[in-house]
């Protein structure tokens, strides 16, 4: 009888309860899409097996998704935008992805992505947490007090400069944008090469702007094409066409490298191929000032698209695991993005890092006076319409003023019927 | 023998003169053409495809006479490549009253041209541009056009290891706020003189079928149509050859440039608003060059309007016929662009 029961309770357990704890250990699997690649693809793969390491019952595809073709479908970033709004429609976006500022305030509108507040009890980041981020950071991602997206990968504006050609032409590094024209001259003159080469872009058009205290949209109204954005497209313009000390294109990084250009504008996260490919001596500073001082941000932050409870809790997991401490550090020292929160920076491993690389000290630096572009959903356009004017002017097809002006009507437009 | 010596001599020469693509590039008013220049016993030669195009001015050969001309001016040193014309740059600078240099260190050709001298251009005809301004580095802000782009109150490069974050970030618009007001055709109006690419479209007119730079127009008139959920309209249609003076089209092809608008008309937000592309008149379909486009794809709601421009490339020989909208559980959406 005894033999019976005890059979009994076996078969119970094999078919019952073990079938249970099976299925309660059920992986959670969840994708996140990122626009990243090579070295920086290999610190995310690393980052995410690393995480499913530490939590089993999660399981993370990172997918990278990258344009296949730029003329065809635009840049990655552009690639995965349209991926992520293809996926929301359909009903199968992805459970984290990177997104800018602007993206983000599309998907809040529509209810598609989750605010940090959801989260709570033991899974909720602490207000300490909280302060560690950069305030920069922290802020462009929070709306009405509230962080929506966690800060990723980040960089920030900066001027690199060919020391030695500053030092044939015994020219001081720039400290105001009429110290870098005077610079660029001279050296153009002395070398008969260009003093700065740039790209001719909407964010190029953003240091001078925001260094005199200007905007580009205020009160839901295209402002860049005044008296101060005029000016600020003038003085390239002028470099380029009249001074004959400015080169507009494209490859302003490979002009640097060749030693064709003293000057480059260019993020941080150019600082470690830099140092790998530069052949002469050369300098990060800060961008030089105007009336004030302010550096233009870039990069994105990561956000959670899950519907599903589960699936929410695991990806909220996973970012932040991404923006812990030595998570922090260890991506940015392996991409040469910039550490986003405090205690990451003053880190033993990330002081020790910044004597190999201390062009990142400048980037830190220029954090306190960073600023991030507008954020409002019609931005990627009017980026585009700022483009094609800063183009048309230094190309000579437009005067500076008429350029801007015809950029602001279409983004006026745009900013009236945008809902 | 002697006859068979120099004919052999003159084949060597001309084995040794035959052109050579040097490795150096055309640049244009500082812009790189993306062209390389033609190099033959020391003459620099450009190709005037570009140069008519990037000037918007025009070109013309008759071959019977062996004539070249260049915004007015006949060249004489000119020779056929490959198909493509090469025109010597110093007779071309001279036609174009611009100017010539080299780059000491990479050889590159600058070719300055002086626009107020290109007679026979759209551009001139249509645009108002002035004198680059100097920009008043001293004087504070004002009504006028100076600006200060210097301060006392600059901070140094040396002190940066002790700086730390702690301000808070400026931001150049609050956002949750819905966008205020505007009618509905203030959204949808695109400016009709819009232009693109350095090649200034024509008020309400539409160059010919052909070269950007040939003679000839004829007009362009809006066109809607919609279903359901979109309204969709082209307020402009030119062909360019290059873009941004840099994207040139592939041999045998041109870019189609679109204008449009797109108005969400239903009651639903639309999240993904669909994927336009051109059809010809021979039912050929062809996607839009992302990458050259300005058409951000956005989410919009009930009333909302996206626009921008879309660019196509298609063969020369290729005549328009419609843009379809293709959007997610819908039939596509057809603008007919001819009538």
Known sequence: MIKKISAFLLCFVLFTVIPNFVWAAEKVSIEMWHAMKYEKKDAIDELVKKFMKENPDISVTPKAMLSPDVRLYGNDYSFLYRKIIQGLAENNPPDVAQVYENWTTQFVEINAITPFSHFDGSEAMSKKELDDFFPIFRNASSYDGVMWTMPFNKSIYVLYYNKDLLDKSGVKIPKTWDDLKSAAIKISEDSDIYGIAFSPTVDLLGHIIYSNKGWFISDNKAVFNDDIGVASLNYWNA??????????????????????????????????????????????????????????????????????EAKKLAAWKLIKFFARKENNIELSIKTGYLPTRYSAYNSPEYQKFLASYPGYKVGIAALNYGITQPRISAWESIRGFVNDAVFDAISGNLDSKDALNKAADYSNGLLKGFK | MRKLVTAL???????????????????????????????????????????????????????????????????????????????????????????????????????????????????????????????????????????????????????????????????????????????????????????????????????????????????????????????????????????????????????????????????????????????????????????????????????????????????????????????????????????
């Open chain 1, 239 to 308: 470099l380029v066409n009249h001074d004959k000390a400015g080169e507009a294109t494209f490859n302003s990084y490979q002009e640097f490298l060749k030693g064709n250009a003293a000057f480059i504008i260019e993020t941080t996260s150019r600082i470690g191929s830099l140092k790998n490919e530069c052949k002469f001596n050369y300098g990060i500073t800060l961008l030089p000032t105007g009336r004030s001082q302010a550096y233009q941000c870039a990069g994105t932050n990561l956000a959670i698209f899950s519907k599903d």
């Open chain 2, 9 to 339: 001599f003159i084949l060597s020469l001309c084995l040794f003169i035959k052109p050579a693509y040097a490795d150096k590039s055309l640049y244009l008013n500082n812009l790189n053409t993306g062209q390389k220049i033609l190099l033959i016993r020391g003459t620099s030669y450009i190709p005037t495809e570009t140069l008519a195009a990037r000037l918007d001015t025009y070109t013309a050969w008759f071959p019977g006479s062996n004539t070249f001309i260049l915004n007015g001016s006949q060249i004489r040193d000119f020779i056929n490549s490959k198909g493509a014309i090469y025109v010597s740059a110093k007779e071309a600078a001279k036609a174009c009253g611009g100017s010539l240099k080299f780059n000491k260190r990479s050889r590159d050709l600058y070719f300055i041209a002086d626009k107020s001298k290109v007679s026979y251009t759209r551009s001139r005809l249509s645009s108002n541009s002035q004198d680059i301004q100097t920009i008043d580095l001293s004087s504070p802000v004002s009504s006028n056009k100076s600006l200060p782009l210097s301060s006392s109150s600059s901070s140094s490069s040396d002190d940066l290891t002790t700086v730390y974050p702690q301000s808070s970030a400026k931001s150049d618009s609050t956002i949750l706020t819905r966008h205020a007001g505007g009618t509905i055709m203030d959204g949808l109006r695109i400016p009709v003189n819009a232009t693109i690419s350095g090649i200034p479209a024509p008020k309400t007119q539409l160059t010919s079928y052909a070269a950007p730079y040939t003679q000839g127009t004829a007009y362009f008139s809006p066109k809607t149509a919609q279903n359901s959920t979109f309204q969709v309209t082209v307020t402009n249609m030119e062909e360019i050859s290059v873009v941004k003076n840099r994207f040139n089209a592939s041999a045998g092809n041109k870019y189609v440039v679109l204008y449009v608008s797109q108005q969400n008309i239903s009651p639903e937000v639309q999240i993904y608003t669909g994927k336009f592309t051109f059809v010809d008149e021979n039912s050929k379909v062809y996607d839009y060059l992302e990458g050259l486009s300005n058409y951000w794809l956005s989410i919009l709601k009930p009333g909302g309007v996206n626009y921008g421009y879309l660019v196509f490339e298609i063969p020369s020989y290729a005549r328009p016929s419609y843009l379809v909208l293709n959007a997610l559980n819908q039939p596509p959406l057809e603008i007919n662009l001819i009538n």
